[in-house]
């Protein structure tokens, strides 16, 4: 079937097409924008002047052409309005105000206080919010998006479940607290599929289309990237391999709430297999610090060998073009074991992928807040 555009929906696009142009491009004439873009000067000429209107553009000075009166400049008004994005962690929930060209006007990181869940995380998160957009002085009518990330599960914007020893909030209520502050759209996603979007926007994942992000830390996730885009599976559980199989004599007689896998390899194990029973103490055991013992060292190096086989195993089913390793525990080992791992992939994989880590320290889960809100407003219709 063969859809005719309407006037108005051929006007929309190519506003947008200007709009976006500009984005990309910079600063440009109606000119070089007629012959760039290939419309009409009259087409480019009426829309800019709509665009000018409604402040999506600005015209920002004098152009360069050495002939004539000097052509005036448009420039996209990244300052039209702002978005924010909200990275929620175990130990820390981080904020992101940026404009609508990705630049952070300011960034907050605010500790996740003892005991502090439910009521009172939705409390203190609402409570920063405000804050961060009071400090601005923008004025809560300019944020256009939110993007909230949350440790769980997310199906059609709304969580389905939680993974084991997250955080856990009411969702619902964190939506309406937030909502008495702006009017803005309030979007929700899974923390590592926005881990795995920040690393592809402004991290070691800028190069590639097809890849698996791997968030390791309190928690154990992974984000698959099929074609650029998040593939979340019919639950919007994709990526859940903390419920992997790894090894037959610990498969589950009855389903316990946490993964197979994630209890072999979870921070929690690895804390209290080590004698100081803190995650810490890992750091001194691979470096042969104070309280090596070969019983700590066997711990470390089984967990190494089932992450390991996890690489294997993604690599068998999807041959992404890169693996990115993130989380605090995820870099650790990798200091120590990627040599092992890139060995391990070699010898049971016919080819490759490449297995790096992430270089943003911990802000590619914000930073895929912040696009994702960013997307959002991109893809808003053109108002009337």
């Given at each position: 079937?063969?859809?005719?555009?309407?006037?108005?929906?051929?006007?929309?696009?190519?506003?947008?097409?200007?709009?976006?142009?500009?984005?990309?491009?910079?600063?440009?004439?109606?000119?070089?924008?007629?012959?760039?873009?290939?419309?009409?000067?009259?087409?480019?000429?009426?829309?800019?002047?709509?665009?000018?209107?409604?402040?999506?553009?600005?015209?920002?000075?004098?152009?360069?052409?050495?002939?004539?009166?000097?052509?005036?400049?448009?420039?996209?008004?990244?300052?039209?309005?702002?978005?924010?994005?909200?990275?929620?962690?175990?130990?820390?929930?981080?904020?992101?105000?940026?404009?609508?060209?990705?630049?952070?006007?300011?960034?907050?990181?605010?500790?996740?206080?003892?005991?502090?869940?439910?009521?009172?995380?939705?409390?203190?998160?609402?409570a920063m919010t405000?804050?961060?957009?009071?400090?601005?002085?923008?004025?809560?009518?300019?944020?256009?998006?939110?993007?909230?990330?949350?440790?769980?599960?997310?199906?059609?914007?709304?969580?389905?479940?939680?993974?084991?020893?997250?955080?856990?909030?009411?969702?619902?209520?964190?939506?309406?607290?937030?909502?008495?502050?702006?009017?803005?759209?309030?979007?929700?996603?899974?923390?590592?599929?926005?881990?795995?979007?920040?690393?592809?926007?402004?991290?070691?994942?800028?190069?590639?289309?097809?890849?698996?992000?791997?968030?390791?830390?309190?928690?154990?996730?992974?984000?698959?990237?099929?074609?650029?885009?998040?593939?979340?599976?019919?639950?919007?559980?994709?990526?859940?391999?903390?419920?992997?199989?790894?090894d037959p004599r610990?498969?589950?007689?009855?389903?316990?709430?946490?993964?197979?896998?994630?209890?072999?390899?979870?921070?929690?194990?690895?804390?209290?297999?080590?004698?100081?029973?803190?995650?810490?103490?890992?750091?001194?055991?691979?470096?042969?610090?104070?309280?090596?013992?070969?019983?700590?060292?066997?711990?470390?190096?089984?967990?190494?060998?089932?992450?390991?086989?996890?690489?294997?195993?993604?690599?068998?089913?999807?041959?992404?073009?890169?693996?990115?390793?993130?989380?605090?525990?995820?870099?650790?080992?990798?200091?120590?074991?990627?040599?092992?791992?890139?060995?391990?992939?070699?010898?049971?994989?016919?080819?490759?992928?490449?297995?790096?880590?992430?270089?943003?320290?911990?802000?590619?889960?914000?930073?895929?807040?912040?696009?994702?809100?960013?997307?959002?407003?991109?893809n808003a219709p053109?108002?009337?």
């Amino acid at each position: 079937m063969i859809t005719i555009g309407t006037p108005e929906s051929i006007g929309e696009a190519n506003k947008k097409l200007i709009l976006n142009h500009l984005r990309f491009k910079g600063d440009m004439s109606r000119a070089d924008l007629t012959r760039e873009i290939k419309m009409s000067f009259p087409s480019v000429s009426s829309n800019i002047r709509y665009l000018l209107e409604k402040g999506y553009i600005n015209e920002v000075g004098a152009g360069d052409n050495s002939m004539g009166r000097k052509a005036k400049l448009l420039s996209f008004n990244a300052r039209r309005g702002f978005v924010i994005g909200i990275a929620v962690g175990a130990s820390d929930t981080r904020y992101m105000l940026a404009d609508l060209l990705g630049n952070s006007l300011t960034t907050t990181v605010r500790p996740t206080k003892e005991k502090e869940n439910g009521a009172r995380l939705v409390k203190a998160i609402t409570a920063m919010t405000k804050k961060l957009i009071d400090d601005s002085g923008i004025g809560a009518k300019n944020i256009l998006a939110v993007c909230v990330g949350i440790p769980g599960v997310v199906r059609d914007n709304e969580r389905t479940f939680v993974t084991p020893r997250v955080l856990e909030f009411p969702f619902s209520e964190l939506r309406a607290s937030l909502a008495t502050l702006f009017p803005a759209e309030i979007l929700v996603e899974n923390d590592v599929n926005l881990g795995a979007i920040g690393e592809m926007w402004r991290g070691a994942g800028t190069r590639y289309t097809d890849l698996v992000y791997i968030g390791y830390s309190i928690g154990f996730g992974a984000a698959v990237v099929l074609n650029g885009q998040v593939y979340k599976g019919v639950d919007g559980a994709a990526g859940e391999v903390g419920f992997m199989a790894v090894d037959p004599r610990r498969l589950n007689q009855r389903f316990t709430g946490m993964g197979s896998l994630e209890s072999l390899i979870s921070e929690k194990h690895i804390s209290s297999s080590l004698a100081a029973g803190d995650v810490s103490e890992m750091v001194h055991v691979l470096r042969g610090g104070k309280g090596r013992n070969i019983r700590e060292k066997r711990v470390l190096d089984e967990v190494a060998q089932y992450f390991g086989m996890v690489l294997i195993n993604i690599c068998a089913l999807l041959n992404p073009q890169a693996i990115i390793v993130s989380g605090g525990i995820g870099r650790i080992l990798g200091e120590h074991f990627a040599t092992m791992w890139e060995t391990m992939l070699k010898n049971h994989l016919p080819f490759t992928s490449e297995l790096m880590f992430s270089r943003l320290d911990g802000r590619e889960q914000l930073l895929g807040a912040a696009y994702t809100a960013l997307q959002h407003v991109y893809n808003a219709p053109i108002t009337a």
